[in-house]
């Protein structure tokens, strides 16, 4: 059994899915006109602890995540410049280059951080026709109206309009008094902007009502729909989805076809980031890239992240993240010394598994994994078997530093081998090869110069 909070009905539920041991999952993916921000990248690390959670009690996932290359505009309220041709005049490469560029970054990101690949990385720019095909349905039932420029949804016409972010409408009048041009409602959103006369976009596309491009929330809808059908199990994304892009999200694909488009809703917290600190560093935009080059691994990022519980908000400080590679370097070191096999013991596993099951409580999950270890009543079998949840590579982590503290013997013949190599004396270096093997390790040959692996 798994209990998870469903932002819809703001309950923790029992999780039941739509198809036996199926579970359709579509997470939000990234705008990719720039590198993904540290905060940015907390809701994909919560999406992969669903998932791995998800499989680990046995469900079969289908993970669809998007690529926004186009149509995210830089305001959530339809106006300003399109975030793509924004970094396309920035940088002074062509929109599309922009879009590939940043989306190897992205993807580079997760694979630093042991995130599980999408089993879908569907682009919008490659799902135009059902964007439209979809705004055709729309207008066809009457969800649409034209303005100068675009094909909007009319939030009026949908009676339960907002009901993910419980907007209340006289909260939306109130504040109504921000410009909102043509359009009939404050909450009403473009599914079609129309190109400016005179002025040639990068990326435009023809459709029944004029030349133009799609507005940002139809391709989560076409794309969801295509891939995992309507309804699917679950929805995810960042908190800050909640009030436009996944209500609105909710109301085209709804108004479409009269049934819900996701049974459960999940959202990650925010990171906050301490602007004092941050000035010291004199970057506001910290990325990935930023904590490696300062000497982190991205692993420690990943840890310092499952100290905290997804729906609650973090404090991200420079100290903290120290504190998590310290953290987690004394988990390699506590695994490394840890017996391999300890006779069974089922209380632990289970604990285990009923906090990652209770609304994936991995902080939990690592406080009780640190008493095990300091009782010495945890095995290297189960904390490898508690880290398909985790992800911290911790069975690298055993093997690499066994390599690196190599008795001086060995070390020795490393050396030599390396010097033979280095003056071509192929015969020595054979000869060497074979003593090391002859001691029970592999011999790999780098560019830095003999590796070793036990075997
Ligand atoms: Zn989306």
């Not at 669903?50 to 830089?74: A, C, E, S, W, Y």
């Not at 280059?97 to 630093?112: C, G, P, R, V, W």
């Not at 993240?321 to 596993?349: C, I, S, V």
Request: hydrophobic content about 35%; some cysteine.
């Amino acid at each position: 059994m798994i209990l998870l909070y469903n932002t819809l009905t703001k309950k923790i539920e029992e999780f039941k899915p739509l198809k036996n041991k199926k579970v359709g999952l579509y997470a939000c993916g990234p705008t990719v006109y720039h590198h993904a921000h540290i905060g940015n990248l907390r809701a994909y690390l919560f999406e992969d602890i669903l998932k791995r959670v998800l499989i680990h009690q046995g469900f079969k996932v289908k993970h669809i995540m998007n690529i926004t290359d186009v149509g995210h505009l830089t305001s959530n309220g339809d106006t300003g410049e399109d975030k793509m041709e924004k970094g396309s005049r920035r940088e002074k490469k062509s929109a599309w280059e922009i879009a590939k560029f940043y989306t190897q970054s992205f993807l580079k990101d997760t694979a630093n951080l042991n995130i599980l690949p999408p089993d879908k990385l569907p682009r919008a720019t490659d799902h135009i026709k059902e964007q439209i095909n979809l705004i055709k349905l729309l207008e066809k039932k009457g969800f649409t109206y034209r303005t100068a420029d675009g094909i909007y949804f009319d939030t009026s016409k949908l009676p339960d309009y907002g009901k993910l972010a419980r907007l209340r409408s006289q909260d939306l009048k109130a504040g109504a008094r921000v410009e909102f041009g043509e359009k009939k409602n404050i909450t009403d959103f473009a599914l079609w902007k129309f190109s400016p006369s005179g002025e040639k976009r990068q990326m435009e596309w023809k459709s029944p009502w004029g030349l133009g491009f799609p507005g940002w929330h139809i391709e989560c809808s076409a794309m969801a729909t295509k891939y995992l059908g309507q309804p699917f199990d679950i929805h995810a994304g960042g908190i800050d989805h909640i009030p436009v892009h996944h209500t609105n999200e909710i109301a085209q694909s709804e108004a479409a076809f009269d049934k819900s488009l996701a049974n459960v809703w999940m959202h990650s917290e925010f990171l906050l980031i301490s602007e004092t600190k941050m000035a010291k560093s004199g970057d506001n935009f910290i990325t990935l890239t930023t904590l490696i080059e300062k000497g982190f691994s991205p692993l420690a990022y990943r840890y310092f992240l499952l100290q905290g519980h997804y729906r609650k908000q973090l404090n991200f400080t420079w100290e903290a993240l120290e504190a998590a590679q310290t953290g987690l370097e004394r988990l390699y070191e506590a695994a490394r010394r840890l017996p391999k096999k300890l006779p069974e013991n089922k209380t632990l596993p289970e604990a285990f598994h009923k906090h990652i099951t209770n609304d994936l409580d991995l902080p939990g999950g690592l406080a009780l994994i640190w008493k095990a270890v300091n009782e010495k009543t945890i095995d290297q079998k189960t904390l490898l078997h508690f880290d398909e949840i985790l992800g911290l590579d911790i069975k690298k982590n055993i093997k690499e530093k066994k390599a690196a503290a190599l008795p001086l013997e060995i070390e020795k013949l490393v050396k030599q081998r390396d010097t033979a190599r280095e003056n071509k004396n192929w015969d020595e270096s054979d000869r060497l090869r074979q003593e090391l093997e002859q001691h029970g390790y592999s011999v790999i040959d780098t560019k830095e110069g003999t590796k070793i692996i036990e075997k």
